[in-house]
Protein backbone atom coordinates (compact mmCIF):
# COMPACT_ATOMS: atom_id res chain seq x y z
CA UNK A 1 0.00 0.00 0.00
CA UNK A 2 1.47 3.31 -0.77
CA UNK A 3 1.71 5.78 1.52
CA UNK A 4 -0.67 8.73 1.53
CA UNK A 5 -0.34 12.22 2.50
CA UNK A 6 -3.43 14.80 1.50
CA UNK A 7 -2.55 18.27 2.56
CA UNK A 8 -5.16 21.13 2.60
CA UNK A 9 -6.31 23.95 5.13
CA UNK A 10 -7.08 23.72 8.61
CA UNK A 11 -10.65 22.94 6.79
CA UNK A 12 -13.47 20.75 5.14
CA UNK A 13 -13.25 22.55 2.23
CA UNK A 14 -11.99 21.05 -0.68
CA UNK A 15 -10.61 17.99 0.93
CA UNK A 16 -13.30 17.05 3.30
CA UNK A 17 -14.84 14.35 -0.24
CA UNK A 18 -11.19 13.09 -0.27
CA UNK A 19 -10.70 12.82 3.47
CA UNK A 20 -14.09 10.95 3.78
CA UNK A 21 -13.18 8.19 1.02
CA UNK A 22 -10.16 7.37 2.87
CA UNK A 23 -12.32 6.99 5.67
CA UNK A 24 -14.92 5.23 4.23
CA UNK A 25 -12.36 2.77 2.51
CA UNK A 26 -10.35 2.38 5.53
CA UNK A 27 -7.52 3.68 4.23
CA UNK A 28 -4.87 5.33 6.59
CA UNK A 29 -3.50 8.64 5.30
CA UNK A 30 -1.08 11.79 6.43
CA UNK A 31 -4.14 14.53 7.43
CA UNK A 32 -1.67 17.39 6.55
CA UNK A 33 -3.11 20.98 7.68
CA UNK A 34 -1.39 23.81 6.72
CA UNK A 35 -1.91 27.37 8.43
CA UNK A 36 -1.92 30.34 6.55
CA UNK A 37 -1.68 32.85 10.23
CA UNK A 38 2.09 31.68 10.50
CA UNK A 39 3.45 31.43 6.98
CA UNK A 40 2.91 27.90 6.42
CA UNK A 41 0.99 29.15 3.33
CA UNK A 42 2.30 29.81 1.11
CA UNK A 43 5.74 28.86 2.75
CA UNK A 44 7.67 26.42 1.09
CA UNK A 45 4.11 24.45 0.04
CA UNK A 46 3.26 26.25 -2.81
CA UNK A 47 5.97 25.75 -4.83
CA UNK A 48 5.11 21.45 -4.19
CA UNK A 49 1.39 22.64 -5.83
CA UNK A 50 0.95 21.81 -9.31
CA UNK A 51 -1.29 24.93 -9.49
CA UNK A 52 0.20 26.86 -6.85
CA UNK A 53 -3.44 25.68 -4.95
CA UNK A 54 -4.73 22.97 -2.49
CA UNK A 55 -5.35 20.39 -1.92
CA UNK A 56 -2.79 18.52 -3.15
CA UNK A 57 -2.38 14.73 -2.62
CA UNK A 58 1.17 12.80 -2.38
CA UNK A 59 1.06 9.42 -3.25
CA UNK A 60 4.77 7.95 -2.15
CA UNK A 61 7.18 10.76 -3.62
CA UNK A 62 4.22 11.78 -6.80
CA UNK A 63 2.03 14.36 -6.05
CA UNK A 64 -1.67 15.53 -7.70
CA UNK A 65 -3.62 18.40 -7.51
CA UNK A 66 -7.60 19.32 -8.21
CA UNK A 67 -9.75 18.27 -5.55
CA UNK A 68 -11.93 16.35 -8.11
CA UNK A 69 -8.66 14.95 -9.77
CA UNK A 70 -7.93 13.54 -6.45
CA UNK A 71 -11.31 12.59 -5.18
CA UNK A 72 -12.12 10.21 -8.04
CA UNK A 73 -8.53 9.09 -8.19
CA UNK A 74 -8.77 7.84 -4.63
CA UNK A 75 -12.25 6.64 -5.59
CA UNK A 76 -10.84 4.50 -8.35
CA UNK A 77 -8.00 2.75 -5.99
CA UNK A 78 -10.73 2.30 -3.15
CA UNK A 79 -13.31 0.76 -5.29
CA UNK A 80 -15.44 3.55 -4.41
CA UNK A 81 -15.93 4.97 -8.12
CA UNK A 82 -18.89 2.96 -9.84
CA UNK A 83 -18.44 -0.23 -11.15
CA UNK A 84 -19.04 0.12 -14.34
CA UNK A 85 -17.25 2.96 -16.43
CA UNK A 86 -21.30 3.71 -16.96
CA UNK A 87 -21.72 4.06 -13.39
CA UNK A 88 -18.72 5.87 -12.91
CA UNK A 89 -19.75 8.38 -15.62
CA UNK A 90 -22.83 8.81 -13.27
CA UNK A 91 -20.94 9.39 -10.07
CA UNK A 92 -18.85 11.91 -12.26
CA UNK A 93 -21.70 13.59 -13.29
CA UNK A 94 -23.32 13.92 -9.67
CA UNK A 95 -19.87 15.25 -8.44
CA UNK A 96 -20.02 17.97 -10.89
CA UNK A 97 -23.53 19.08 -9.94
CA UNK A 98 -22.10 20.04 -6.43
CA UNK A 99 -19.18 21.69 -8.13
CA UNK A 100 -22.06 23.65 -9.91
CA UNK A 101 -24.14 24.50 -6.42
CA UNK A 102 -20.56 25.50 -4.84
CA UNK A 103 -20.06 27.85 -7.66
CA UNK A 104 -23.50 29.30 -6.87
CA UNK A 105 -22.60 29.86 -3.62
CA UNK A 106 -19.13 31.20 -3.77
CA UNK A 107 -20.80 33.94 -6.08
CA UNK A 108 -21.87 35.51 -2.49
CA UNK A 109 -19.87 33.98 -0.22
CA UNK A 110 -17.59 36.46 -0.93
CA UNK A 111 -19.66 39.19 -1.82
CA UNK A 112 -18.63 42.68 0.86
CA UNK A 113 -21.38 44.37 0.28
CA UNK A 114 -24.17 43.11 2.65
CA UNK A 115 -27.14 44.03 0.88
CA UNK A 116 -26.32 42.59 -1.86
CA UNK A 117 -25.02 39.45 -0.39
CA UNK A 118 -28.50 38.68 1.42
CA UNK A 119 -30.09 39.18 -2.20
CA UNK A 120 -27.51 36.56 -3.77
CA UNK A 121 -27.97 34.36 -0.63
CA UNK A 122 -32.03 34.77 -0.80
CA UNK A 123 -31.99 33.64 -4.72
CA UNK A 124 -30.10 30.71 -3.87
CA UNK A 125 -32.24 29.35 -1.02
CA UNK A 126 -35.46 30.33 -2.81
CA UNK A 127 -34.70 29.79 -6.25
CA UNK A 128 -31.10 27.89 -7.09
CA UNK A 129 -30.70 25.16 -4.33
CA UNK A 130 -34.11 23.56 -4.70
CA UNK A 131 -33.99 23.29 -8.67
CA UNK A 132 -30.46 22.19 -8.10
CA UNK A 133 -31.55 19.40 -5.39
CA UNK A 134 -34.72 18.86 -7.22
CA UNK A 135 -32.37 17.74 -9.88
CA UNK A 136 -30.48 15.26 -7.90
CA UNK A 137 -33.94 14.19 -6.03
CA UNK A 138 -34.79 12.66 -9.72
CA UNK A 139 -31.33 11.07 -10.37
CA UNK A 140 -31.05 9.00 -6.89
CA UNK A 141 -35.17 7.81 -7.31
CA UNK A 142 -34.35 6.80 -10.88
CA UNK A 143 -31.85 4.41 -9.37
CA UNK A 144 -34.01 1.84 -7.95
CA UNK A 145 -36.64 4.22 -6.03
CA UNK A 146 -34.09 6.33 -4.27
CA UNK A 147 -33.73 3.93 -1.31
CA UNK A 148 -30.60 2.32 -1.24
CA UNK A 149 -27.40 4.46 -3.13
CA UNK A 150 -27.16 7.47 -5.91
CA UNK A 151 -25.19 4.78 -8.29
CA UNK A 152 -25.45 1.03 -8.77
CA UNK A 153 -26.12 -0.94 -5.75
CA UNK A 154 -22.97 -0.18 -3.17
CA UNK A 155 -21.43 3.33 -2.10
CA UNK A 156 -20.01 5.28 -3.93
CA UNK A 157 -18.11 8.74 -3.63
CA UNK A 158 -21.10 10.49 -4.78
CA UNK A 159 -22.86 9.26 -1.51
CA UNK A 160 -20.13 10.65 0.24
CA UNK A 161 -20.23 14.17 -1.99
CA UNK A 162 -23.64 14.16 -0.75
CA UNK A 163 -23.27 13.42 2.86
CA UNK A 164 -20.30 16.56 3.41
CA UNK A 165 -22.83 18.70 1.22
CA UNK A 166 -24.86 18.53 4.33
CA UNK A 167 -22.37 20.29 5.80
CA UNK A 168 -21.43 22.85 3.43
CA UNK A 169 -25.08 23.86 3.24
CA UNK A 170 -25.49 24.40 6.83
CA UNK A 171 -25.69 21.12 8.71
CA UNK A 172 -29.40 20.84 9.30
CA UNK A 173 -32.04 19.26 7.35
CA UNK A 174 -33.95 22.11 6.13
CA UNK A 175 -32.26 22.61 2.92
CA UNK A 176 -33.76 18.73 2.57
CA UNK A 177 -37.39 19.31 3.46
CA UNK A 178 -38.58 18.70 -0.13
CA UNK A 179 -35.96 16.26 -1.06
CA UNK A 180 -36.63 13.09 1.10
CA UNK A 181 -34.49 10.60 -0.94
CA UNK A 182 -31.66 12.64 -0.39
CA UNK A 183 -32.53 13.37 3.23
CA UNK A 184 -32.65 9.36 3.89
CA UNK A 185 -29.47 8.88 2.17
CA UNK A 186 -27.39 11.53 3.60
CA UNK A 187 -28.54 9.89 6.53
CA UNK A 188 -28.19 6.46 5.76
CA UNK A 189 -24.12 7.47 4.41
CA UNK A 190 -23.57 9.55 7.69
CA UNK A 191 -24.32 6.71 9.97
CA UNK A 192 -22.33 4.19 7.86
CA UNK A 193 -19.70 3.57 10.82
CA UNK A 194 -16.69 4.61 9.55
CA UNK A 195 -17.85 8.00 8.39
CA UNK A 196 -20.05 8.66 11.78
CA UNK A 197 -16.71 7.75 13.63
CA UNK A 198 -14.94 10.34 11.41
CA UNK A 199 -17.85 13.09 11.85
CA UNK A 200 -17.93 12.88 15.67
CA UNK A 201 -13.58 12.92 15.89
CA UNK A 202 -12.65 15.27 13.17
CA UNK A 203 -11.52 18.83 13.93
CA UNK A 204 -14.53 21.03 14.27
CA UNK A 205 -14.06 23.75 11.73
CA UNK A 206 -16.22 27.15 10.42
CA UNK A 207 -15.72 25.91 6.56
CA UNK B 1 -20.58 -0.84 -31.14
CA UNK B 2 -23.32 1.34 -29.30
CA UNK B 3 -25.14 4.47 -30.94
CA UNK B 4 -23.81 8.01 -29.71
CA UNK B 5 -25.45 11.29 -30.27
CA UNK B 6 -24.54 14.80 -29.09
CA UNK B 7 -27.36 17.24 -28.04
CA UNK B 8 -25.80 20.83 -27.96
CA UNK B 9 -26.30 24.42 -29.85
CA UNK B 10 -24.62 24.95 -32.95
CA UNK B 11 -21.14 26.07 -30.86
CA UNK B 12 -18.27 24.47 -30.24
CA UNK B 13 -18.60 25.85 -26.29
CA UNK B 14 -18.93 23.06 -23.93
CA UNK B 15 -19.29 20.12 -26.64
CA UNK B 16 -16.50 20.53 -28.70
CA UNK B 17 -14.17 18.01 -26.40
CA UNK B 18 -16.19 15.14 -26.60
CA UNK B 19 -16.67 16.22 -30.47
CA UNK B 20 -12.37 16.37 -31.01
CA UNK B 21 -12.37 12.79 -28.92
CA UNK B 22 -15.22 10.93 -31.16
CA UNK B 23 -12.63 12.37 -33.92
CA UNK B 24 -9.76 11.65 -32.69
CA UNK B 25 -11.16 7.97 -31.81
CA UNK B 26 -12.47 7.77 -34.94
CA UNK B 27 -15.70 6.87 -33.98
CA UNK B 28 -19.22 7.88 -35.32
CA UNK B 29 -22.09 9.50 -33.62
CA UNK B 30 -24.87 11.85 -34.05
CA UNK B 31 -23.93 15.72 -34.14
CA UNK B 32 -27.50 17.06 -33.09
CA UNK B 33 -26.75 21.29 -32.96
CA UNK B 34 -30.39 22.60 -31.92
CA UNK B 35 -31.59 26.64 -32.50
CA UNK B 36 -31.89 28.37 -29.84
CA UNK B 37 -35.69 28.94 -30.56
CA UNK B 38 -36.15 25.20 -29.78
CA UNK B 39 -34.53 25.46 -26.13
CA UNK B 40 -36.01 24.67 -23.38
CA UNK B 41 -39.54 23.94 -24.77
CA UNK B 42 -38.59 20.41 -26.66
CA UNK B 43 -35.13 19.23 -24.49
CA UNK B 44 -35.06 20.62 -21.46
CA UNK B 45 -37.36 17.57 -19.79
CA UNK B 46 -34.75 15.43 -21.16
CA UNK B 47 -31.69 16.70 -19.21
CA UNK B 48 -30.70 15.44 -15.75
CA UNK B 49 -30.01 18.85 -14.58
CA UNK B 50 -31.86 20.92 -17.31
CA UNK B 51 -29.21 21.83 -18.91
CA UNK B 52 -26.95 20.67 -22.39
CA UNK B 53 -24.56 19.33 -24.11
CA UNK B 54 -26.15 15.55 -23.52
CA UNK B 55 -24.97 12.57 -24.65
CA UNK B 56 -27.02 9.74 -24.90
CA UNK B 57 -25.51 5.75 -25.68
CA UNK B 58 -27.79 4.07 -27.17
CA UNK B 59 -30.85 5.67 -25.63
CA UNK B 60 -29.02 6.06 -22.11
CA UNK B 61 -28.37 10.05 -21.20
CA UNK B 62 -25.58 11.47 -19.42
CA UNK B 63 -25.03 15.18 -18.72
CA UNK B 64 -21.96 17.58 -17.59
CA UNK B 65 -19.84 18.10 -20.53
CA UNK B 66 -16.60 16.86 -18.50
CA UNK B 67 -18.47 13.99 -17.34
CA UNK B 68 -19.50 13.26 -21.08
CA UNK B 69 -15.71 13.57 -22.25
CA UNK B 70 -14.60 11.41 -19.77
CA UNK B 71 -16.82 8.89 -20.32
CA UNK B 72 -15.86 8.69 -23.96
CA UNK B 73 -12.21 9.28 -23.46
CA UNK B 74 -12.63 5.99 -21.28
CA UNK B 75 -14.78 3.95 -23.61
CA UNK B 76 -12.01 4.46 -26.63
CA UNK B 77 -9.13 4.09 -24.62
CA UNK B 78 -8.05 8.10 -24.67
CA UNK B 79 -8.31 9.20 -21.03
CA UNK B 80 -4.78 7.43 -19.66
CA UNK B 81 -2.67 4.03 -19.60
CA UNK B 82 -2.76 3.84 -16.04
CA UNK B 83 -4.59 5.07 -12.86
CA UNK B 84 -2.35 8.12 -12.58
CA UNK B 85 -2.24 9.12 -16.26
CA UNK B 86 -5.92 9.46 -15.68
CA UNK B 87 -5.67 11.50 -12.59
CA UNK B 88 -3.07 13.29 -14.21
CA UNK B 89 -5.36 14.37 -17.22
CA UNK B 90 -8.27 14.71 -14.74
CA UNK B 91 -5.91 17.12 -13.10
CA UNK B 92 -5.44 19.67 -16.35
CA UNK B 93 -9.51 19.36 -17.25
CA UNK B 94 -10.18 21.07 -13.92
CA UNK B 95 -7.80 23.56 -13.99
CA UNK B 96 -8.90 25.06 -17.77
CA UNK B 97 -12.35 24.85 -16.06
CA UNK B 98 -11.48 26.74 -13.28
CA UNK B 99 -9.50 29.13 -15.72
CA UNK B 100 -13.08 29.24 -17.77
CA UNK B 101 -14.92 29.95 -14.41
CA UNK B 102 -12.53 33.36 -13.90
CA UNK B 103 -13.17 34.46 -17.73
CA UNK B 104 -17.02 33.87 -17.48
CA UNK B 105 -17.02 36.69 -14.61
CA UNK B 106 -14.69 38.73 -17.28
CA UNK B 107 -17.54 38.19 -20.35
CA UNK B 108 -20.31 39.37 -17.86
CA UNK B 109 -18.46 43.01 -17.77
CA UNK B 110 -21.01 45.40 -19.14
CA UNK B 111 -18.64 48.45 -19.15
CA UNK B 112 -16.59 48.48 -22.17
CA UNK B 113 -14.12 50.04 -21.05
CA UNK B 114 -13.75 48.60 -18.02
CA UNK B 115 -13.82 45.08 -19.50
CA UNK B 116 -10.91 45.69 -21.75
CA UNK B 117 -8.80 46.70 -19.01
CA UNK B 118 -9.52 43.45 -17.15
CA UNK B 119 -9.30 41.40 -20.09
CA UNK B 120 -5.49 43.11 -20.17
CA UNK B 121 -4.67 42.23 -16.57
CA UNK B 122 -6.54 39.00 -16.66
CA UNK B 123 -4.01 38.00 -19.50
CA UNK B 124 -0.69 39.39 -18.63
CA UNK B 125 -1.71 38.12 -14.93
CA UNK B 126 -3.58 35.54 -14.12
CA UNK B 127 -3.62 33.79 -17.44
CA UNK B 128 0.20 33.82 -18.10
CA UNK B 129 0.40 31.98 -14.68
CA UNK B 130 -2.12 29.70 -15.49
CA UNK B 131 -0.95 28.76 -18.28
CA UNK B 132 2.80 28.88 -17.14
CA UNK B 133 1.92 26.20 -14.75
CA UNK B 134 0.74 23.79 -17.86
CA UNK B 135 3.98 25.07 -19.58
CA UNK B 136 5.96 23.27 -16.66
CA UNK B 137 3.62 20.09 -16.59
CA UNK B 138 4.28 19.37 -20.42
CA UNK B 139 8.13 20.07 -20.02
CA UNK B 140 8.25 17.82 -17.26
CA UNK B 141 6.53 14.90 -19.51
CA UNK B 142 9.95 14.13 -20.92
CA UNK B 143 10.63 17.87 -22.43
CA UNK B 144 7.56 18.18 -23.81
CA UNK B 145 7.84 17.83 -27.17
CA UNK B 146 5.40 14.79 -27.13
CA UNK B 147 1.90 14.41 -25.49
CA UNK B 148 1.28 16.08 -22.04
CA UNK B 149 0.68 13.11 -20.08
CA UNK B 150 2.19 9.59 -20.66
CA UNK B 151 3.50 8.77 -24.32
CA UNK B 152 0.54 8.63 -26.40
CA UNK B 153 -2.47 10.95 -27.72
CA UNK B 154 -5.07 11.15 -24.57
CA UNK B 155 -7.85 13.68 -23.85
CA UNK B 156 -5.31 15.75 -21.94
CA UNK B 157 -4.02 16.88 -25.79
CA UNK B 158 -7.61 17.17 -27.35
CA UNK B 159 -8.03 19.49 -23.94
CA UNK B 160 -5.10 21.90 -24.75
CA UNK B 161 -6.36 21.78 -28.83
CA UNK B 162 -10.03 22.91 -27.45
CA UNK B 163 -8.56 25.60 -25.31
CA UNK B 164 -6.55 26.90 -27.95
CA UNK B 165 -10.15 27.82 -29.96
CA UNK B 166 -11.82 29.09 -26.41
CA UNK B 167 -9.08 30.76 -25.15
CA UNK B 168 -8.53 32.61 -28.51
CA UNK B 169 -12.34 34.07 -28.36
CA UNK B 170 -11.03 36.69 -25.88
CA UNK B 171 -7.15 36.11 -26.24
CA UNK B 172 -5.94 35.56 -30.13
CA UNK B 173 -3.04 32.71 -29.71
CA UNK B 174 -2.92 32.15 -26.31
CA UNK B 175 -0.22 29.98 -26.79
CA UNK B 176 2.36 32.31 -28.80
CA UNK B 177 4.34 32.37 -24.92
CA UNK B 178 4.49 29.25 -24.50
CA UNK B 179 6.22 27.27 -26.71
CA UNK B 180 6.08 23.62 -25.55
CA UNK B 181 2.04 24.18 -25.81
CA UNK B 182 1.86 25.79 -28.85
CA UNK B 183 3.78 22.62 -30.51
CA UNK B 184 1.39 20.39 -28.81
CA UNK B 185 -1.65 22.10 -30.39
CA UNK B 186 0.33 22.09 -33.90
CA UNK B 187 0.92 18.12 -33.55
CA UNK B 188 -2.30 17.39 -32.37
CA UNK B 189 -4.37 19.47 -34.94
CA UNK B 190 -2.06 17.69 -38.05
CA UNK B 191 -2.85 14.20 -36.75
CA UNK B 192 -5.22 13.15 -39.53
CA UNK B 193 -8.44 12.57 -38.04
CA UNK B 194 -8.41 15.60 -35.93
CA UNK B 195 -7.40 17.96 -38.86
CA UNK B 196 -10.18 16.26 -40.86
CA UNK B 197 -12.89 17.48 -38.20
CA UNK B 198 -11.74 20.73 -37.75
CA UNK B 199 -11.98 21.69 -41.47
CA UNK B 200 -15.26 20.15 -41.93
CA UNK B 201 -16.69 20.93 -38.91
CA UNK B 202 -19.44 24.19 -38.30
CA UNK B 203 -17.08 27.38 -38.06
CA UNK B 204 -18.85 29.11 -34.96
CA UNK B 205 -18.00 32.33 -33.71
CA UNK B 206 -17.40 30.41 -30.35
Same mark, same amino acid.
Given at each position: ??????????????? +???? =?????????? /?????? @????? *??? !??????? &??????????????????????????????????? *????????????? !???? @? +???? &??????????? +?? %??????????????? =? /????? !???????????? %?? @???????????????? @???? &????????????????????? /? *?? %???????? | ?????????????? #?????????????????????????????? $????????????????????????????????????????????????? $?????????????????????? #??????????????????????????????????? $??????????? $?????????????????????????????????????????????
Amino acid at each position: MPNYKLVYFPGRGRA +EVSR =LIFKAAGVPF /EDVRIN @TANGE *WPG !ETKAKCP &FGQMPVLFVDDKVLAQSKAIGRYLAREFNLAGKTN *WDQARADMILDQF !EDIG @T +EIYK &FMFEKDAAKKA +EL %SEKFNSETLPRHLGY =L /ENLLK !ENNGGTGFFVGD %SL @TWADLALANAYDHLGG @TDAP &FANSPLLAGLIKRIRATPSVA /E *WI %STRPQTPF | MPTYKITYFNFRGR #AELARLIFAAAGVPYEDLRIEMSRWPVEYK $DQCPFGQLPLLEVDGKVLAQSKTIARYLAREFNLAGKDSREQALADMIL $DHYADIMNEMKVLWLESDAEKK #ATLLQKFKTETLSKHLGYLETILRQNSGGGGFIVG $DSLTWADLMVV $DSNDWLGVMFPNPYDNFPLLAGLVKRVREMPQVAEWIAKRPDTPR
